[in-house]
């Protein structure tokens, strides 16, 4: 096996010995220029003390990453960082250290195009986890300055967050409501629990489970009992006493009569407790509006957008530690993620290669035996980010799958759908005319009126029935680029 | 039977007036001993004017000054079990508004188990108050209260070291009264007062209760006005701090409270410094006493015969000129009552039976119970109207007045039994409140 090695220096004290390293470069571009085939990647002369060392190794991953070639490469650091090294692949000096897990990373990245699969974040994730030994696992790590507290490290730096985290203010908490709508993807735990509701990973063990803010989706949450009346936080423990004489109960403070206890009800003197009084329950009393109360409630209180929830509203995040799937794998394979959000289930849903097989066979059908006709349906939904970002992503899974649910209804079992990018879907229907998929087409885009969220946002279906003419036929596949040029007549719509 | 009553009451007329005309010097001395020897008017007398002086400058006190020292409790704690959480309670719900710390002793507490697991269920719940605080001091091997006093006084932090018995609770101005006098730099220690918690339990603890009204109570208080207090209860002591540094804790052997008085008063008197011990008749504790008379006539054995163990220990310093007069006359009003009283009485009415015919000895006991009980309804009475804070149930208890004398003679002749068995028997080192193996290294 050949498999290079390079050094990336920082500048500290160098511990790879050079006899086994193919390459040393001084910075992360110098080595991405140098090399378009992936290899191994020894980050030394780290210094841990260093601040800037630290940051330029955090800058090193980041840019590995998000780089065409690296970014599912093994990187190993020559010198434990703490906490950091969980970003890498490990620590290792020596050939043994580094190779036996590396070379395997290696080898499977040279079955792959690198280039190919990088165009998607989705994908250089599922092919990074697709590259790792079977068993491997994302699995979540508790970041104190991450607003969603829990981070997948190797997601965190592929999905560029990492990079985002060094731009804002983020790690100084100084993170606005506004800024985790910045990406559709807020965190790299919400993007990799997509991909698990997408089927692409499957949970492999929970490792701990979080409550987030509901409105704006951060973690920083003060729990703080307050006033169940008024909310204010300014209330006081207030003692009640229990006359024995009269069985007057009353706070301490109405018995209180200079250095005695003196029941205001008898005028008795309280001397001593047990025999001339007791404590039935301890109170409180709220200091802004008086309020009595023996619970106070317990609200949360955002740090972030300073929104408080009562603590049952709070979003619950369960945080698994996550694997790829057999479908994932198949997705890096393939260098094809279908983005379907599971509008259509998965038995008549194929990938866009297939669907397009699929019409040029139907075309020559429709050529060879003119009784033989089929119908394209397009669709294309817009305002899908919208409500995403309006609903927070729980609500937005909920109305595709609804959606899903009402097309579903109206598609009959042989037809077969697929989806050509994010917003974009496809049907075939068998042995239907153009007029029988106008009918169709008309029925779906019904449905946006049936399915919106909320006031404000609103999801429009535009759906247009296409037939090929049988023309076309016999000049070899022509399904795909027709079907490109049919979309691109949809874009008038938006 | 009305013959006889005829009899004794025409002896007593006669023995009054006849013989004393007749210049019969023995007869007649026969019949006024009981009034000299008990001196019990001008004693009565006295009382009544310290309580008088006592109320008037009571209703003069005025508002309290914010002077609240931080408070450390000392509570001594043996096998009492979950009876310290009454103390512990009472203590934590005091109404003063200072800092107070207890410090629970536990003697023996690998062996005392029940007392060492409420002490820890406390904890938390004491801890949780603001200004209050509560640490635990087990004492592994037993080793006896003194032990358990200056052991505490290690880890006390407060200005004002109360030292109070594991089964005792308080009123909840117990602190307050009790430390308002230490404003004054001339007080060094204050004299608390005590009370029967379980009085209407059994007829024998009730005669305590009357008991201690008359002895602690009342007689207290007016002692006070004249700076008079000579004893500092072992149940409940309340001391300044830098005294107790002074004569450096508690000393080995039984009745360490009387000791400890005694030597902070001959401390102040050598250095020629001006000091007092008040008794504050509002700063009250709450203890239980023996319910049964078997247990009462013991317990003031082994209390009773202290007292001239502690007067032997110090016999050097009783003298006017180093302890003050006043305390010089506490101390012979002491051994007067204490000592040479019950003697009196017991060696008197024996040669009465011996020297007088029986209608006659009779005559002359009823007049004296009759006086005595007359003297004791009229500073009873007093007292209640003037210091009870707990009137109804003080007067619940009239009815047993008339008893009170002949509860107050068996419990005298009770003393003289428990002086001779100190002299004869040195009964001092059969206490309860130190092992055989602590108390036979004690010098006395």
């Known amino acids: ?494 | 039977m009305n013959s006889l009553i005829y009899s004794i009451v025409n002896n007593l007329y006669n023995l009054t007036i006849a013989q004393l005309i007749n210049g019969d010097v023995i007869a007649a001395a026969v019949f006024l001993m009981p009034y000299v020897l008990f001196f019990e008017i001008p004693w009565t007398l006295f009382i009544f004017i310290g309580l008088i002086k006592y109320k008037l400058n009571r209703l003069r006190e005025g508002e309290r000054r914010p002077y609240f020292p931080a408070v450390s409790f000392l509570i001594t704690c043996y096998n009492e079990g979950r009876d310290i959480e009454k103390t512990v309670i009472s203590l934590t719900e005091q109404l003063y508004p200072g800092k107070i710390q207890l410090l629970l002793v536990i003697d023996g507490a690998s062996i005392n188990v029940e007392t060492m697991r409420a002490a820890k269920t406390m904890e938390g719940w004491v801890n949780g108050h603001s200004n209050r605080s509560m640490l635990i001091l087990p004492k592994w091997q037993r080793s006896g209260v003194v032990s358990s006093s200056n052991l505490g006084l290690n880890f006390a932090t407060g200005k004002i070291i109360i030292k109070v018995d594991g089964d005792t609770s308080f009123d909840n101005n117990m602190v307050e009264r009790a430390t308002r006098h230490f404003e004054d730099d001339s007080v060094v220690a204050v004299s608390g007062c005590l009370r029967v918690r379980n009085a209407n339990e059994t007829l024998c603890a009730a005669f305590q209760a009357i008991e201690y009204f008359l002895a602690i109570h009342s007689s207290k208080t007016a002692l006070s006005e004249f700076n008079m207090v000579n004893n500092i209860s072992g149940a409940f002591g309340i001391f300044r701090r830098e005294v107790l540094d002074l004569v450096e804790g508690w000393d080995a052997g039984t009745a360490e409270d009387l000791d400890m008085t005694m030597r902070i008063k001959n401390y102040f008197a050598q250095s020629q410094k001006k000091f007092r011990i008040v008794f504050d008749p509002e700063a009250i504790c709450f203890t239980d006493v023996p319910d049964s008379f078997a247990k009462f006539f013991k317990q003031r054995i082994r209390w009773e015969g202290d007292y001239p163990f502690i007067l032997f220990k110090h016999y050097h310093t009783i003298n006017p000129r180093l302890m003050g007069w006043g305390n010089f006359f506490g101390i012979l009003i002491n051994i007067f009552t204490h000592i040479f009283i019950p003697a009196m009485v017991f060696v008197y009415t024996i040669w009465l039976l011996f020297e007088y015919r029986i209608d006659f000895v009779i005559a002359l006991l009823a007049a004296v119970y009759l006086f005595y009980f007359f003297l004791l309804t009229v500073i009873y009475l007093i007292s209640v109207v003037l210091l009870s804070e707990r009137k109804e149930s003080d007067l619940s208890r009239l009815y047993l007045l008339p008893l009170m004398p002949f509860f107050q003679f068996a419990a005298k002749i009770n003393s003289l039994v428990a002086i001779l068995w100190e002299l004869v028997g040195a009964g001092h080192k059969d206490s309860s409140m130190a092992p055989w193996w602590v108390l036979r290294k004690n010098k006395f």
Not at chain 1, 325 to 332: D, I, L, P, Y
């Open chain 1, 1 to 494: 096996m050949n498999n290079k090695i390079y050094r990336l220096n920082l500048g500290g004290e160098l511990l790879a010995h050079p006899d086994f390293l193919d390459g040393s470069y001084n910075s992360v571009n110098a080595m991405l220029e140098a090399n378009k085939v992936p290899a191994i990647v020894l980050i030394d002369g780290l210094t841990p003390e260093d601040d800037n060392v630290v940051k330029a190794m955090f800058n090193a991953v980041c840019q590995l990453r998000r780089s065409e070639i690296f970014y599912a490469a093994p990187i190993y650091l020559t010198k434990s960082m703490g906490k950091l090294d969980v970003f890498t692949d490990g620590v290792g000096i020596t050939k043994e250290e580094v190779l036996p897990n590396a070379s395997k990373i290696i080898f499977r990245m040279e079955k792959l195009s690198m280039a190919t699969n990088a165009v998607n974040d989705d994908l250089r994730l599922l092919t990074f986890l697709y590259c790792r030994e079977d068993g491997y696992a994302l699995s979540p790590l508790a970041l104190t300055v991450s607003p969603w507290i829990y981070e997948y490290p190797a997601a965190f730096f592929i999905g560029g967050f990492a990079e985002q985290s060094m731009q804002s203010a983020y790690h100084f908490g100084l993170v606005s409501d506004k800024y985790p709508s910045k990406t559709p993807l807020q965190s790299s735990a919400e993007w990799v629990s997509s991909l698990a509701a997408q089927g692409f990973l499957v949970e492999a063990g929970l490792v701990d489970r979080i409550r987030l803010c509901p409105h704006c989706h951060t973690g920083s949450m003060n729990y703080i009992d307050s006033c169940p009346a008024c909310g204010n936080i300014d209330f006081s423990k207030k003692k009640m006493i229990h006359c024995f004489t009269c069985a007057h109960v009353a706070a301490e403070e109405d018995f209180r009569n200079g250095m005695l206890l003196m029941c205001p009800r008898c005028n008795v003197t309280l001397r001593h407790i047990g025999s001339d009084y007791d404590r039935p329950v301890e109170a409180y009393s709220c200091n802004s509006c008086g309020e009595r109360f023996i619970e106070p409630e317990v609200k949360a209180d955002c740090l972030n957008c300073r929104r408080k929830s009562a603590t049952e509203d709070l979003e619950v995040r369960q945080l698994y530690n996550l694997a790829i799937t057999a479908k994932g794998k198949r997705a890096v394979q393939l260098g094809v993620i279908d983005v379907e959000f599971s509008l259509f289930d998965s038995n008549h849903n194929v990938l866009p290669l297939y669907f397009y097989q699929v019409a040029d066979w139907l075309l020559q059908m429709k050529n060879r035996y003119s009784d033989e006709d089929f119908s394209l349906l397009c669709i294309k939904i817009v305002g899908l980010e919208a409500v995403e970002n309006r609903a927070g992503m729980a609500q937005f899974k909920n109305l595709i799958d609804e959606l899903g649910q009402r097309i579903r209804e109206l598609v009959r079992v042989t037809d077969i759908t697929t989806s050509t990018g994010e917003n974009t879907f496809w049907v075939l229907l068998p042995r239907t005319p153009q007029v029988g998929g106008e009918i169709l087409a008309s029925r779906i885009e019904k449905l946006s009126d049936m399915v919106s969220p909320e006031a404000g946002a609103r999801i429009n279906m535009y759906v247009k029935c296409f037939s090929i003419s049988a023309e076309y036929a016999g000049s070899g596949p022509v399904a795909q680029g027709l079907l490109s040029e049919y979309e691109d007549t949809m874009l008038d719509v938006r």
